[in-house]
C-alpha cells in the first residue's frame, strides 16, 4: 500500500496495472478513466479497483491524497464485478 498525493489540475498518466489494484480516495475530487474509456468522478471515501492490466489514469480536480492498494494475488471487493 502506497499514498499519492495529487496536485489539483496534476494527472497520473495512462498505465497498465501491473497488478490488482484499490484506490481509495482520502480527501478532495477526482476523475479517473478506465481502458474501457468509462469515465467516473471520486470523492473522499470512494474506491476504484483495477484488474491486473487495466489500462487507467487519473486526474485531481482538487488537490487529491488517495491510498492504493496492490496485491498480486488479487483483490476480492465486496459488491463488485473483478
Known amino acids: 500500500m502506497h499514498v499519492e498525493h495529487v496536485g489539483a ?4 498518466g ?6 490488482d489494484q484499490v484506490m481509495t480516495v482520502v480527501s ?7 481502458g474501457d474509456g468509462g469515465e467516473a468522478e ?3 471515501g470512494d474506491a476504484v479497483h483495477w484488474g491486473r492490466g487495466e489500462v ?3 486526474w485531481a480536480l482538487t ?6 492498494l496492490e496485491a ?9 464485478e473483478a
Open 9 to 12: 489540475g496534476g494527472s497520473i
Open 14 to 19: 495512462a498505465h497498465a496495472a501491473t497488478v
Open 28 to 34: 478532495g475530487r477526482a476523475r479517473v478513466e478506465g
Open 42 to 44: 471520486l470523492e473522499a
Open 56 to 58: 487507467h489514469r487519473t
Open 63 to 68: 488537490d487529491v491524497v488517495a491510498t492504493i
Open 72 to 80: 498480486p494475488d488479487g483483490i476480492e471487493v465486496a459488491g463488485a
